[in-house]
């Protein structure tokens, strides 16, 4: 298994264009989640999929859009990237939306817009 | 809402000496509560968790933590550091459904 993986590992992007962020997972979860992490901000949720076919809003959502195009993927779309979301971004799944279990995360993306 | 707390944004302790993270948490019902660890550029990983039974659990490296609801922690302990235990720790707090709340992270530095 290869858990949860992430691509690209790096980017770099001028303000104003746009790229997507891929997740997939092979672990057969419900949920899966985007974060960004930013130093002293710990971790701050972007969007969550509850299961397929449904996506909801996180704390910071702006400037993000999201697709769950099967039970495995999990993209994050910038559309006009802002130095604002330069950051490390996180994708997780989680086996069902039960408290009592964890969330398994991928290796992130460092995004970097100039 | 839940949330979570943790004292301390940095901690360095000696290698061999005890190490000690805090967490507090809130939370309206109870809770079920994590500890992840993250290694530079790498993704996190769990250390451990407290979902029922036991309040003192046991996780990976040698970790522990005790879940303690009249003081509302889950403090992370581990005997005696290791220099590979240097990395940044956060504590993460779950309700029954999808919420999911983690703190703000304390980075740990190991001295020799």
């Known amino acids: 298994n290869a858990g949860v993986t992430q691509t690209p590992k790096f980017q770099v992007l001028k303000t104003g264009q746009s790229m997507t962020l891929q997740c997939a997972q092979d672990?057969?979860?419900?949920?899966m989640y985007w974060y960004r992490q930013d130093p002293g901000m710990g971790l701050r949720l972007i969007y969550y999929?509850?299961?397929?076919?449904?996506?909801d809003k996180g704390e910071v959502p702006n400037g993000y859009n999201v697709s769950r195009l099967n039970k495995r993927e999990f993209s994050l779309r910038l559309e006009s990237a802002a130095p604002s979301q330069t950051s490390v971004y996180f994708c997780?799944?989680?086996?069902?939306?039960?408290?009592?279990?964890?969330?398994?995360f991928g290796p992130g993306t460092r995004l970097t817009v100039l | 809402a839940q949330s979570v707390t943790q004292l301390g944004s940095h901690v360095s302790v000696s290698e061999g000496a005890l190490v000690l993270l805090r967490c507090n948490y809130s939370?309206?019902?109870?809770?079920?509560l994590f500890w992840y660890v993250q290694y530079p550029n790498q993704g996190l990983q769990l250390l451990l968790k407290?979902?029922?039974?036991?309040?003192l659990v046991k996780g990976i490296n040698g970790f522990e933590a005790e879940f303690k609801k009249s003081e509302t922690s889950f403090h992370l302990t581990k005997p005696s550091a290791h220099m590979s235990d240097a990395a940044e720790y956060f504590c993460?707090?779950?309700?029954?459904?999808?919420?999911?709340?983690f703190g703000p992270g304390t980075r740990l530095s190991v001295l020799p």
């Open positions: 939370s309206s019902v109870p809770p079920y």
């Open positions: 993460a707090v779950s309700d029954w459904g999808q919420n999911f709340v």
């Open positions: 997780a799944s989680r086996p069902q939306g039960r408290g009592h279990n964890e969330q398994f």
């Open positions: 672990m057969n979860h419900n949920s």
């Open positions: 407290y979902t029922t039974g036991a309040t």
């Open positions: 999929s509850a299961s397929e076919g449904t996506t």
